[in-house]
């Protein structure tokens, strides 16, 4: 939380701020504290990578699905156990592999003998947060059964419509797409998670901190819910009423244009992405205790949303994707 | 006016600036901008001369008035004009990929950031083959961006780049032409043209079989009957059942994939009737929204669908042989 | 070149509109068919714009432009004199508005409107024109700045205010021009006369009714400014051509010359200097008796300065006069012979009361006397609509209307004179004058044209004697021709102050007279004697030139960098004007905010990189972002604009000690 604790250290929250977006509700107070407990929970497991955390939790408090790529080995599981287990919701965990059946996830009717007649036993799906592993080894039979959940929030097994908890959030990891024995997800499919989060190599310090510490996975067995199902839906709520001015709109639609150009990207953000980012923005906003959303905040949350959805034309090195969203937003003055 | 439209090369020439090396956006500093008269800006000038003698051999004095005023007219309107293009920002984007033969269309975005609206610029590519549109002029109000298109022919497959522009602009009254030449670095990816009539994909020797296998084998579920369906793939069990007319969806494997290979094509081919072919090809499949593999000498692409995986076909057929 | 069918048709009404405007005018000077053509092809070109007719082929138009030099030629001469010229250059800024089909066509047209200007300056440059004309000129800046506006996006109230831009930015320049660019007396080529100007005041012939007519034109005659005050109104003779010959009705000058009379200057004379507007005939006008001839003028022998060329322009002159003389003491018997003559059957009465008072007063003296006391106590009538009189004007005048205007009275004085024996001529000419205490300086106007009468007495030689004094003293003491005047002048010089309205023509006839000396006859002279006022003396065309550079340069650079600078104010909204002008002020210090950088990221940077700044900085920066990004805010916009105004972050990096 450096960056916020510089920010509200100089900037003395004017009338309006912290005030609007947290105390609507008697119980909203509480649940802001105990999203900054849970949040710093999650930074004491997860070293130094306060930016990440915080966009995974934007991403959550948008109401949005969360992608985690990177190569194996720098901490994602980590990261979305430690995320789901935070946030304490009902947490499932699937493992995808190549052989995973849609069945694996939604669940299957069995025929059940004392009844004499077909019983629904639920996929891990049916739960409040999904933790789905390395989800670009499975087939993508198996993938899309995944995300039609997603898209729904309901499965639909032997033509009976089952819905989902609420919240229902999936957490994927994948390992990039030019690892062997990958199926990469199909554009349409990305584009149903809101962020996608590349984590990266720790720094030095972090990494120290890391071969000095405990086990994580001990550490991730002591974690508590610091939330709950109530807390996290009042969150989103309240996201949902951050002010966006007209000023800002303007400037979220300089920056859709942008990416539409022909020549940069394949194509570019779509209305719903607009709509993800301005709502990541505005979930970003609140974590930093503001009613209102600055363009920092959307600046802030487009790479997380918009990197898994704008493919660059000129695709050479591993960080084209990165530098050229950077570039896009120093190509857009603000207004 | 042949001679005065050349003038401003010659100039550039004479004066012997050193090229300013290619970058993404450039700001028209002073020193880049030169500015002369226009045919109409000499005629003026004759206007004011004669004037002027008119009022000396008849003793107007308000002759005289008019002809300083129009001389005034004339210097803040070379001010004028050079302000009208100073200090603006330019800068070009790559272009989307186009096939050989048509022309890319690369967007420039001028940008006003000293508070100044600018009037009538005029953006051209300063190539014989540039073709220039039909209303080239851009508007660009005060702290504004504006976009202009310049299209550039594309005679041959693999990377263009984006020629000199000229920047120019005879803004308010045309007695000035200010303009200022840039090299702006921006490139469009050109992929091959497509062949015309090809022969169909199956015909190919060498391709793997079944590619106009149009389901799998792999029981993928079931949906509702859609009159039509094949009767093998009604779910005649489900029926039984009492559940109504059901048809099973399969879906398919991986082993139908379509795999595109150079040496199926290349022997009877010339390498560029090749690439037209290959190109047409995948063009095909893309709109049959069909997974297939790309197998050329330095490029070899795992199956895969969608636009970014043809774009990366059509880029590697596209820098066939040219790659650095 | 871009096709008709893109040239902005409200620009090319506008064109149209502006030609029409140069062309009408004309009208009272130019042939009628003319002006139908003109206008017939503007309408034409008027149409087709509207209802987008297909142009006219360039081979007619060009066989129209053949016709239409050919008839200039063949009315005119092959080389057209300036009404030729006129016809010729309305007639192809007609058939140019016919060919509408570039921008290039319509820059050619706007070039012809100009010529079109200076066509009306060759008939009239007073300062209403010039204002007329100042409007069409703007008109057809903002014409030529809509033809450039390809993309038609700016409004006409644009278009107009850049246009005004422009013409009010080149207004200093032209300013220095006018003033500092070296100044060629003229002609160049040709005759240079200004032609078409009507020749208005007096002739070289008299008939009754002729000075009544002139008194009633307010034009001016001439002005003068005196070196010293000093002359009285009963002296103020300007003196005009001197008529001889009489034929019973028509007083003639006559086309022999006399040989020059002698002059015996008395002690009194006065200078000044005199500013003549063109009458078209040789004769220049000074008080009586002018003492010698300006440079360029010949004093003549009834001493009337005459100039060598027929008075076409304005003309200045310095002459000095002499208010005591003895003229003509030793006059020829010739001349005093002419000076008798009286055409033999013509007005018989007159002849007859005139031998009469010969007979009964004896010598010149008593008959003067004598017939100005008959003047002053018979019912005589000063007036300015006498009766007409017929073929025996002066017995008529004298025994049965007794009513007339001052050559009424002259031309009867003058010839009882010449039936008594006393040699007697008319002298024409203008007395007294309207002061302008504006100006200081004396106007006379056609309304002061006068006739008078010059007797030859053997011991006084030729005196003048105005018996128009005699039946109305007041019109030589007010210097005012008319009575009805008389009375206003006397009003006005009763209320001693402004307010009246002969001190409005006061100023407005001040205003034309500053005028003609600075715009309209600044000449070489006139420039040397500036530069000599502000201390260069006797400037080269070299030295000219140079001091026009020097003064033209800093001009157009400080145009340029009122035209260039940086202008972060131009933003239409109050908070984005006070957030960009916190931003410049930053920028003023080393800290310049990226474009894509948002106020947070900024403001944080600031108080990493100048923390001495992050109060003042924070604070502005929460307004600005609670105004614009927030929907409640800590301040107004109001508030925001005083804390941008207060924030001097040079100030207070340098009491922090900070380097910057």
């Given at each position: 939380m450096a960056d916020e604790v510089s920010l509200t250290g100089q900037l003395a929250?004017?009338?309006?701020?912290r005030s609007r977006s947290?105390?609507?509700?008697?119980e909203s107070g509480g649940s802001a504290a105990r999203l900054s407990h849970a949040l710093a929970q999650i930074n004491d497991i997860v070293l130094g990578k306060e930016r990440q955390v915080k966009l995974c939790l934007a991403c959550i408090l948008a109401g949005g699905h969360l992608l985690i790529e990177d190569?194996?080995?720098?901490g994602k599981t980590t990261l979305a156990q430690a995320l789901a287990r935070s946030l304490g919701l009902s947490f499932q965990r699937i493992q995808f592999t190549?052989?995973?059946?849609p069945a694996d996830v939604v669940g299957v009717s069995i025929f059940d003998q004392l009844s004499g007649g077909f019983r629904f036993r639920p996929?891990?799906?049916?739960?409040?947060?999904?933790?789905?592993?390395?989800?670009?080894?499975?087939?993508p039979k198996a993938q899309s059964a995944l995300l039609e959940a997603m898209e729904e929030r309901q499965v639909t097994v032997d033509g009976e419509t089952r819905a989902l908890p609420e919240p229902f959030f999936v957490i994927a990891t994948q390992n990039p797409a030019?690892?062997?024995g990958t199926f990469a997800l199909p554009e349409s499919q990305l584009d149903r998670f809101l962020m996608r989060i590349q984590l990266g190599y720790p720094d030095a310090r972090a990494e120290r901190a890391l071969l000095r510490g405990e086990d994580r996975r001990d550490a991730m067995r002591r974690l508590?819910?610091?939330?709950?199902a109530a807390d996290i839906l009042a969150l989103q709520r309240q996201v949902r009423e951050i002010h966006a001015s007209e000023a800002l709109l303007d400037y979220v639609q300089a920056l859709v244009a942008r990416t539409r150009r022909?020549?940069?990207?394949v194509a570019g953000l779509s209305p719903r992405s607009t709509v993800n980012l301005l709502q990541a923005a505005r979930a970003w906003a609140h974590l930093d205790g503001r009613g209102f959303v600055l363009p920092e905040d959307i600046q802030n949350v487009l790479p997380g949303v918009a990197g898994h959805r704008l493919q660059p034309i000129?695709?050479?090195?591993?960080?084209a994707q990165e530098e050229s969203i950077s570039a896009l937003i120093a190509e857009v003055p603000l207004p | 006016m042949n001679w005065l439209a050349k003038l401003p090369d010659a100039l550039a020439h004479r004066l012997g600036r050193a090229p300013v090396p290619p970058s993404a956006n450039a700001r028209l500093t002073r020193e880049r901008v030169y500015i002369l008269p226009t045919a109409a800006g000499l005629l003026s000038a004759l206007t004011v001369l004669l004037i002027l003698l008119a009022s000396i051999n008849y003793g107007l004095g308000l002759g005289f008035a008019l002809s300083f005023l129009l001389a005034g007219i004339g210097v803040v309107t070379l001010v004028l004009t050079y302000r009208n293009l100073a200090g603006l920002h330019v800068r070009a984007c790559d272009a989307a990929p186009v096939f050989c033969g048509t022309p890319a269309a690369f967007i420039v975005d001028l940008h006003d950031g000293s508070g100044a609206a600018r009037h009538a610029l005029e953006v051209r590519a300063?190539?014989?083959?540039?073709a220039s549109l039909a209303d080239p002029y851009v508007d660009v109000p005060a702290h504004a961006e504006r976009q202009c298109l310049v299209r550039v022919d594309a005679?041959?497959?693999?990377t263009l780049t984006l020629p000199a522009l000229r920047v120019s602009t005879t803004f308010p009254l045309g007695l000035f032409r200010a303009w200022s030449d840039l090299d702006l670095a921006a490139r469009c990816t050109v992929y091959p043209?497509?062949?015309?009539?090809?022969?169909?994909?199956?015909?190919?020797?060498g391709l793997a079989p079944?590619?106009?296998?149009?389901?799998?084998?792999d029981f993928a579920g079931l949906r509702d009957y859609v009159p039509?369906?094949?009767?093998?793939?009604?779910a005649w069990t489900a029926l039984a059942r009492g559940s109504g007319l059901v048809t099973r969806r399969f879906q398919a494997e991986p082993a139908g994939q379509i795999w595109l290979r150079w040496h199926s094509v290349s022997p009877q081919l010339e390498t560029e009737q090749a690439l037209m072919r290959l190109t047409r090809w995948i063009l095909d499949l893309a709109t049959e929204d069909r997974a297939f593999g790309l197998d050329v000498p330095g490029c070899l692409r795992a199956p895969g669908r969608g636009r970014a995986h043809v774009h990366a076909c059509l880029c590697a057929l596209a820098c066939f042989g040219r790659r650095q | 070149m871009s096709s008709a069918a893109t040239l902005r048709t409200g620009a090319v009404y506008s064109l149209l509109g502006a030609m029409a405007a140069l062309i009408v005018p004309h009208t009272p000077r130019l042939p009628d068919w003319l002006m139908l053509t003109v206008l017939a092809f503007l309408l034409w070109q008027s149409l087709a714009t509207a209802l987008r007719w297909?142009?006219?082929s360039r081979w007619l138009l060009a066989g129209m432009s053949v016709a239409a030099t050919a008839a200039v030629v063949i009315s005119f001469?092959?080389?057209?004199?300036r009404e030729g010229s006129v016809v010729l250059l309305v007639l192809m800024a007609g058939l140019k508005c016919l060919e509408l089909r570039s921008v290039r066509d319509a820059h050619v047209a706007t070039l012809l409107g100009h010529f079109l200007i200076v066509t009306h300056f060759l008939y009239s440059q007073t300062a209403l024109l010039a204002a007329f004309l100042a409007l069409i000129l703007l008109w057809l800046v903002a014409t030529g700045v809509a033809f450039q506006d390809?993309?038609?996006?700016?409004p006409p109230v644009r278009i107009l205010r850049t246009a005004a831009v422009i013409a009010g930015s080149a207004l200093p320049l032209a300013a220095l021009l006018f003033l500092l660019f070296p100044r060629v007396q003229?002609?160049?080529?040709?005759?240079a006369a200004t032609p078409g100007r009507a020749t208005t005041g007096l002739g070289d012939a008299m008939s009754p009714g002729d000075i009544v007519d002139l008194g009633l034109s307010d034009e001016v005659a001439f002005r003068v400014d005196f070196d010293?005050?000093?002359?009285g109104a009963h002296e103020m003779y300007w003196r005009g051509p001197v008529l001889w010959d009489f034929d019973g009705r028509t007083w003639r000058a006559g086309r022999r010359a006399n040989p020059p009379a002698t002059v015996r200057a008395g002690r009194r004379e006065t200078g000044y200097r005199v500013t003549l507007e063109p009458h078209g005939r040789r004769w220049m006008f000074a008080l009586d008796v002018p003492a010698a001839a300006p440079a360029g003028a010949v004093l003549g022998a009834d001493l009337l300065l005459r100039a060598q060329?027929?008075?076409r322009t304005r003309t200045r002159y310095v002459v000095r006069s002499l208010l005591d003389y003895r003229v003509?003491?030793?006059?020829?018997e010739h001349v005093l012979r002419r000076a008798l003559r009286?055409?033999?059957?013509?007005?018989p009465r007159t002849v007859a009361l005139g031998t009469l008072l010969r007979t009964r007063s004896g010598d010149g003296h008593g008959v003067l006397a004598e017939v100005l006391s008959m003047f002053r106590q018979q019912p005589f009538h000063y007036t300015l609509a006498p009766p007409a009189l017929g073929r025996d004007s002066v017995d008529e005048f004298l025994f049965d209307t007794r009513r007339g205007f001052c050559e009424h009275y002259a031309s009867a004085f003058a010839v009882i004179m010449r039936a008594a024996g006393v040699p007697a001529r008319i002298v024409t000419g203008y007395q007294g004058g309207e002061y302008n205490?504006?100006?200081n300086y004396l106007v006379v106007r056609q309304s002061h044209a006068h006739a008078w009468v010059e007797v030859w007495l053997p011991d006084q030689g030729w005196r003048r004697v105005d018996p128009t004094a005699a039946v109305a003293p007041g019109r030589v003491e007010t210097?005012?021709?008319l009575p009805w005047r008389d009375q206003d002048a006397s009003r006005a010089r009763d209320t001693g102050?402004?307010?009246?309205w002969i001190d409005a023509r006061q100023v407005l006839d001040h205003l034309t007279r500053s005028w003609n000396d600075w715009?309209?006859?600044?000449s070489a002279e006139r420039q040397r004697g500036l530069l000599r006022y502000v201390?260069?003396?006797?400037?080269g065309w070299p030295r000219l030139a140079a001091l026009l550079a020097a003064a033209v340069a800093p001009a157009v650079a400080a145009l340029a960098a009122l035209r260039l600078r940086h202008r972060?104010?131009?933003?239409?909204?109050r908070v984005d004007r006070a957030y960009a002008r916190f931003c410049s002020k930053l920028e003023r210090v080393g800290c310049a905010r990226r474009p894509h950088e948002g106020p947070y990221d900024f403001a944080r940077r600031i108080a990493m990189t100048r923390p001495a700044l992050s109060v003042p900085v924070d604070q502005i920066t929460l307004a600005y972002v609670g105004l614009r990004?927030?929907?409640?805010?800590?301040?107004?916009a109001a508030g925001l604009e005083a804390l941008v105004r207060a924030f001097a972050p040079r100030r207070v990096l340098r009491q922090s000690g900070a380097r910057y």
């Open positions: 929250p004017g009338p309006g701020h947290r105390a609507d509700t008697p190569v194996p080995g720098v190549s052989d995973l059946l996929g891990p799906v049916f739960a409040q947060i999904l933790l789905a592993d390395e989800i670009n080894r499975a087939t030019t690892q062997a508590h819910g610091r939330l709950s022909p020549g940069r990207f000129d695709a050479t090195g591993e960080r | 300063r190539l014989q083959g540039a005679p041959a497959r693999g043209r497509p062949e015309p009539r090809p022969p169909p994909l199956a015909s190919a020797p079944g590619i106009a296998r149009t389901s799998g084998d039509g369906d094949a009767p093998a793939h009604i | 297909k142009p006219l001469g092959p080389v057209p004199d390809r993309n038609r996006t700016l003229g002609p160049l080529f040709g005759d010293a005050v000093g002359v060329h027929p008075i003509g003491l030793e006059e020829s009286l055409p033999p059957d013509a007005n205490n504006v100006g210097g005012s021709a102050g402004w307010p009246s715009v309209l006859d600044y201390g260069l003396s006797d400037a972060p104010a131009l933003r239409a909204d990004y927030a929907h409640a805010a800590p301040v107004s």
